[in-house]
């Protein structure tokens, strides 16, 4: 379980994830907070599931978690499916740390089957809409662009499996080219020497007739192992045919008419059970599912007030059923007990009846399905569907085993060529660059030209294959013993680069065992250091607290003291008590004060409102007296001022 936790870890932390988790504090995660993190690594996988789980309920990210799983193909440890999917639900670690390491460890394949499954899980059509032709139309459509969607991505993996790359085509194409302008070079040669030749048309014609022949004897040939090939085959089936004879020969060989009779029947009766019996159960009972689906469809959502209501009913309609059952028993008649054991036998003899039923009906397809992978498996073996005898696998093998010794040693053969081949062209390089170097002090006369020309002919013409074939000889020889320390040294490179690799591999292991070692004991520090910073605090904080109670209680043990042996000094109760008595004296004080306060307030006012009066009575009396028109008399009056105080005027 470390192990695992620790590969986990690790590929967390690493991109794309860049979680930045030890192994305490991953093992630490649970519930909502695990099962989030693997939900992030499903949205690594299909950017559709990428979303916070708090945000929907706990029923749809099970059921998006399944169908998930489901289509990546995983397979649970453990047989208890109940067990899982509980399990997978409430985030228990003992399920989903499997599941996030069996992620981890094929990412790359899990994200390419997540993405092929957007578009090859065929949507299940029912049957019966199948027979409306537009319906029928548009699936074959639908499954056709399936198929060409298969085709065309194989050969997308093909082009970008394959190793060769622009610049190696390119380098590849230059060569072509490079040998189509040798080849014309010497076709146009080998026509000079030919030129001159008595009867060449003929000769030619002679070639070419042979060329053709040799041809139409490979194609015969070709065709020869082909018609062998197919009498093996029908030889084969022939042998399987006769042996399948012989089995029902030996099979029916004690059978008559009657015990065929007998079996027709039996299987007749089996029949009429499921067709009278089995199936009509089970489709009223899908159609009665059908309709409670659609009902509940139909209506909207239930809050969770109403699901409880309607649990409380079903609970209430279930003991009333036992209440029945019960009264139903007490009630029973001695003749209806008589009857019981019957009807027992009768319920478990029609049980056993179903069960049988279900056994055969799986038997069933469990024979069609593997009588389709034996289709398929013969079809892969041979043509025709045929199985290979061991006697002809045999031969195969030892066929195949001649081939593969074979294919060594002429890649051993291409392997000195190609060396020998890189000998030749550097030699060629350093002619060209020496000729290079004397070309500028050789004269540039065009007779020069002329006879140079001529001797480069006479040369080509003098030279003749056997002095090519022990040129190459003579070189092969030169180049024996090289290559051969050459390939004794490149057997030891590669026996010290496996050594190196190997232990390079032990030592990054061990690097890796000791670096996670190392990041989970500086968590630990870490953490415990936390703690201890923690356990500090909280320890001066309590001592602190316990000064200021041991404070509180000296001072409360101090006023039982005084309280209790009448001292001199007054208690703190005393104090308390006098100072509420005092303030009490004051309280009454300050209201008997606010009460008079108001009263005078009262008085003041009405007094102003009199001396306003009287004074605009005394203004009015004065513009009469001047004898002023009634608008002056008017403004005398309004020019006295609302905030009149007799104080300030006197």
Request: contains cysteine; aromatic residues 6%; charged residues 40%.
């Amino acid at each position: 379980m470390n192990d695992t936790v620790k590969f986990i870890v690790e590929k967390l932390n690493k991109e794309p994830f860049r979680k930045n988790l030890n192994f305490i504090s991953f093992d630490n995660l649970q519930g909502v907070n695990l099962l989030q993190l693997l939900n992030d690594i499903f949205g690594e996988i299909d950017p559709k599931q990428k979303c916070d789980i708090r945000d929907e309920g706990p029923d749809q990210t099970a059921i998006r978690m399944f169908n998930l799983l489901k289509v990546l193909k995983y397979k649970p440890s453990d047989e208890n499916v109940p067990q899982f999917r509980q399990g997978l639900v409430t985030g228990d670690k003992v399920v989903v740390h499997p599941i996030m390491k069996w992620c981890l460890e094929r990412l790359q394949e899990l994200k390419k089957r997540a993405y092929l499954a957007r578009f090859l899980v065929k949507l299940e059509v029912p049957p019966e809409f199948l027979s409306d032709p537009m319906v029928l139309e548009l699936n074959q459509q639908y499954e056709s662009l399936i198929g060409q969607f298969i085709e065309t991505h194989k050969n997308y993996d093909n082009l970008t499996s394959s190793q060769h790359t622009t610049a190696d085509l390119k380098h590849e194409i230059e060569q072509m080219e490079d040998e189509k302008e040798q080849i014309l070079k010497r076709l146009d040669r080998v026509k000079n020497r030919v030129s001159g030749v008595n009867n060449s048309s003929s000769m030619l014609e002679l070639s070419h007739s042979y060329r053709l022949e040799v041809e139409r004897e490979e194609k015969i040939n070709q065709q020869k192992a082909e018609l062998k090939s197919d009498i093996n085959q029908l030889d084969l089936k022939i042998d399987r045919l006769e042996k399948a004879l012989k089995e029902q020969q030996a099979s029916y060989h004690d059978l008559n008419a009657e015990t065929i009779v007998q079996k027709m029947e039996e299987e007749n009766r089996v029949n009429a059970y499921f067709v009278n019996e089995k199936f009509p159960k089970e489709i009223e009972a899908y159609r009665k599912k059908l309709k409670d689906c659609e009902e509940i469809g139909s209506k909207p959502a239930l809050t969770q007030a109403e699901i409880n209501d309607i649990r409380k009913k079903i609970d209430n309609v279930n003991r009333e059923v036992a209440q029945l059952i019960e009264k139903r028993d007490k009630n029973r008649d001695l003749s209806d007990e008589k009857l019981i054991m019957f009807r027992q036998q009768a319920i478990i003899i029609s049980r056993k009846k179903e069960q049988m039923a279900e056994n055969l009906k799986d038997l069933r397809l469990e024979q069609t399905n593997l009588e389709k992978q034996l289709k398929e498996k013969r079809k892969n073996m041979g043509e025709d569907g045929e199985m290979i005898k061991p006697e002809d696998f045999k031969r195969f093998v030892i066929k195949l085993r001649s081939k593969g010794n074979n294919y060594k040693s002429k890649r051993q053969e291409i392997a000195e060529l190609q060396a020998e081949f890189v000998t030749l062209k550097r030699t060629e390089e350093i002619i060209r660059k020496k000729f290079d170097s004397v070309k500028d002090h050789l004269p540039t006369d065009e007779r020069f030209d002329d006879e140079s020309k001529n001797l480069r002919e006479r040369t080509d013409e003098l030279m003749s294959k056997k002095e090519i074939a022990s040129k190459i000889s003579q070189k092969k020889s030169e180049l024996a013993p090289i290559l051969k320390d050459l390939k004794a040294l490149r057997e030891a490179i590669d026996d010290i680069s496996g050594e190196y690799e190997e232990r390079k591999a032990k030592y990054d292991k061990i690097n890796a065992g000791y670096e996670s070692n190392r990041s989970q004991l500086e968590a630990e520090v870490r953490s415990l250091a936390d703690d201890n910073r923690i356990f500090e605090a909280r320890y001066h904080y309590f001592n602190s607290q316990k000064l200021i109670y041991l404070v509180l209680h000296k001072r409360a043990q101090d006023e039982v003291k005084a309280y209790t042996k009448n001292n001199s000094e007054k208690s703190l109760r005393d104090q308390l008590n006098k100072k509420i008595n005092e303030q009490e004296v004051l309280n009454k004080t300050l209201k008997e004060k606010s009460k008079s306060a108001a009263s005078v307030q009262v008085d003041g006012k009405k007094q102003i409102r009199l001396w306003k009066d009287l004074l605009r009575q005394m203004e009015l009396k004065k513009k009469l007296m001047m004898g002023t028109s009634s608008e002056e008399i008017n403004e005398a009056y309004n020019s006295i001022p609302d905030d009149f105080e007799p104080m300030k005027n006197r």
